[in-house]
């Protein structure tokens, strides 16, 4: 089995700052993509920020200029830093990766179950 385990999610106050950690565990072979996706109540989840292996990343529009992805091939584990924080960032946060089991094995994309983050005053 494999499994995406979220954490730092919170209570924080506009202009703060988060940092998310989501490691993966289980039997993996290898990791492509790892990304962070929020839904925030009665909206769709959508994409926050994406890397790659080779440390390629991409953005919402939204969240440019204010939130960091990066990742730690050696431990499995992404994370996102959150500064600037708004009250329109508040969401359930998901981590997400495509990975390998084995060598010969197909990719197969994985979810993490979610942290809660909260801006508000």
């Known amino acids: 089995q494999v499994q995406l385990v979220e954490s730092g999610g919170g209570l924080v106050q506009p202009g703060g700052s988060l940092r998310l950690s989501c490691a993966a565990s289980?039997?993996?072979?290898?990791?492509?993509?790892m990304a962070w996706y929020r839904q925030a109540p009665g909206k769709q989840r959508e994409l926050v920020a994406r890397?790659?292996?080779?440390?390629?990343?991409n953005y919402a529009d939204s969240v440019k200029g204010r939130f960091t992805i990066s990742r730690d091939n050696a431990k499995n584990t992404v994370y996102l830093q959150m500064n600037s924080l708004e009250p329109e960032d508040t969401a359930v946060y998901y981590c997400?990766?495509?990975?390998?089991?084995?060598?010969?094995?197909?990719?197969?994309?994985?979810w993490g179950q979610g942290t809660q983050v909260t801006v508000s005053s």
């Open positions: 997400n990766a495509d990975l390998r089991r084995t060598l010969t094995a197909t990719l197969t994309n994985y």
């Open positions: 289980g039997r993996i072979f290898s990791i492509n993509a």
């Open positions: 890397i790659i292996t080779s440390g390629s990343t």
